[in-house]
């Protein structure tokens, strides 16, 4: 099944890839004629699923987005105060190449800028291990893959890096650098000349989003402390001279890159990013930003809105058959469900649906086998649905209907935005409207009789047509409307109830609060059980719809146990069977609070 995300992003992708607008940098010879065709958007979970589309197996260099993963790897060989000591964190709102330095000290503004990135690159140890190699393998390891450099990108970044080598020298004047600025130069070159695609860009994103923790892997890349400073200069500084505009429209900690590529993090939820190499004058992708905006307005990213940690909603997934329905069924319609109750599955849920809540119980959905028809999604402990929630799941509705299959909610509040989706106030609920439809799409017809004689009950099956027939000629037969009280709790033993047609349920009070216990239908018998609680009915037995019955009566039954014991025997050994096991099954099924 497609998920809803998928098809956002395809929806997204084909609104955006018509946006013609900016040009690809041209300040590096061999990065000029990059296609402007290219687009890819990628999103990846603190989990490690990632969502593409487009061109995202296309590698291209990563240029400036090196910098926060340079700067984590500073920070962690060296500590904060060190590095602090050579960079500050301050925006600039300069462009990214602007000699931003403190005039007393040459301290630059912060790490995202040229000056600040190679300075950084100064700072990450290369005593036992060359640098840059340490840098590649950090590289690697957020992005979850052996990354590579382009050579011939380094040569070109190189040769015409002017402004680069006079700020390095620069910062060489005023010791922030200490030794030759030259082999730093090199490595900043080879950094920026890393190639990655959009996959790769959204697992190093969502490597940030995760603490430090590689999603896909599980390698701890950088510590916690590394990714919080990092993302803090991210969101300030990450974008430049554009930062301001950024964070009130997009609201994450984000990098851009002249090669096309942009990341963006929410932390504890998601890595995204996307390429496309026409830049805007800021030095960003002009589609990277467009998208971006789209995506945090619609999904609800912006960290005012979604800075709660990204943890699954997901409880507990299961299918009905470890659930069973307090309705009791046939033999052969307890078979059929046993064999075909995995074809029901329910999913609960917990605390907000925000976007990353919400997408791990998409994902859940849409990875279910394809034979499973009826989806059910309980969400009883769930306090907020966001509007992505709701769009998602209204999507995810619609999917599952296309392929002929079903989406049932269970929920105590009624959240109004999801009220055109099937909904019951009850698990049980759920449970039994779940077992009747496989009943109904698989079973026959006998399996969910709304009839039943009293010569066809299960209950009587021991006993020949003539014992069958003495005792029918000894019963009450009575009908009684919806919603009223068939036996109450503590009342004697009243005699053995036959529903011929209709419902009851049965139900009474524990600590204060009603429990509801079973469903019985048409072919099942109540009344019984209570011989075995000391002759008082233990439970409330309440019609549901138009009831129909027959009764033998506890004086019918001494009459009989008087003029015929052979046959009265004969009669409560069936009865006796019959109940034991219904017992044991309410033994097994935890009961479910009356809703």
Aim: charged share 25%; glycine share 8%; aromatic share 6%.
């Amino acid at each position: 099944m497609r998920s809803p995300i998928d098809i956002y992003l395809a929806d997204l992708y084909d609104d955006l890839v018509g946006l013609s607008a900016g040009t690809t940098y041209q300040g590096i010879p061999a990065m000029a004629d990059a296609d402007n065709s290219k687009f890819a958007i990628a999103m990846a979970t603190v989990d490690g699923h990632v969502y593409q589309i487009g061109d995202a197996e296309l590698e291209f260099s990563i240029q400036s987005i090196s910098k926060p993963f340079s700067y984590a790897l500073a920070l962690d060989d060296i500590g904060l105060d060190a590095v602090d000591e050579k960079i500050d964190v301050e925006p600039s709102g300069d462009a990214f190449n602007e000699i931003s330095l403190a005039r007393n000290t040459g301290r630059p503004a912060n790490a995202m800028i040229n000056a600040g990135a190679i300075t950084t690159i100064s700072l990450i140890r290369d005593r036992d291990t060359p640098r840059f190699e340490r840098i590649l393998d950090h590289f690697s390891a957020a992005a979850g893959r052996r990354l590579k450099l382009n050579e011939s990108l380094y040569a070109s970044e190189a040769l015409t890096g002017h402004r680069n080598r006079a700020l390095a020298y620069l910062l060489r004047s005023f010791d922030i650098i200490e030794t030759d600025p030259t082999p730093v130069l090199e490595d900043y070159f080879r950094a920026c000349s890393v190639m990655v695609n959009t996959h790769d860009l959204a697992l190093m994103a969502a490597t940030l989003a995760n603490g430090g923790t590689q999603p896909a892997t599980g390698v701890q890349v950088m510590s916690k402390d590394a990714v919080q400073r990092t993302l803090s200069v991210m969101t300030t500084c990450g974008m430049y001279d554009d930062a301001g505009a950024w964070i009130a429209a997009v609201g994450l900690p984000a990098k851009s890159g002249v090669g096309g590529g942009l990341i963006a993090v929410l932390p504890g939820q998601l890595g995204l990013a996307i390429y496309s190499p026409a830049l805007d004058e800021h030095g960003s992708s002009v589609r990277g930003v467009a998208a971006s905006e789209r995506i945090s307005s619609d999904m609800g990213l912006h960290f005012v809105r979604a800075a709660r940690l990204g943890r699954s909603a997901i409880r507990e997934n299961y299918d009905i058959t470890q659930v069973p329905s307090h309705i009791r069924h046939t033999e052969a319609a307890e078979n059929l469900l046993e064999e075909f109750g995995e074809r029901a599955h329910i999913i609960e849920l917990a605390g907000d649906l925000l976007f990353a809540g919400t997408e791990s119980m998409v994902r859940e959905v849409s990875e279910l086998d394809e034979w499973v028809e009826l989806v059910i999604l309980d969400l009883r402990r769930v306090d907020e649905v966001d509007t992505i929630a709701v769009e998602m799941i209204l999507q995810l509705h619609r999917e599952l209907t296309a392929e002929g299959r079903t989406l049932a909610l269970v929920q105590e509040r009624h959240f109004e935005a999801l009220e055109s989706l099937r909904s019951f106030s009850s698990r049980n609920n759920a449970v039994e409207w779940a077992q009747s439809t496989l009943l109904q799409r698989h079973g026959t017809p006998e399996m969910m009789p709304e009839k039943v004689a009293v010569r066809d009950f299960a209950a009587l099956a021991p006993l020949d047509e003539a014992d069958i027939a003495l005792l029918e000629s000894l019963m009450e037969e009575t009908r009684i409307e919806d919603g009223r009280i068939v036996r109450r709790t503590g009342q004697e033993f009243g005699g053995v109830y036959f529903i011929l047609s209709g419902k009851v349920f049965t139900s009474s009070v524990q600590e204060g609060k009603p429990v509801r216990h079973s469903t019985l239908s048409a072919g099942m018998t109540f009344g019984e059980i209570a011989l075995g609680s000391d002759g008082e009915q233990s439970t409330r037995v309440t019609s549901m719809g138009q009831l129909h019955l027959k009764v033998l009566s506890a004086e019918a039954i001494t009459a009989l146990e008087a003029e015929n014991p052979g046959a009265a025997l004969r009669f409560w050994k069936a009865i006796a069977r019959d109940a034991y096991t219904r017992v044991e099954s309410a033994i097994k099924d935890a009961s479910y609070p009356l809703q």
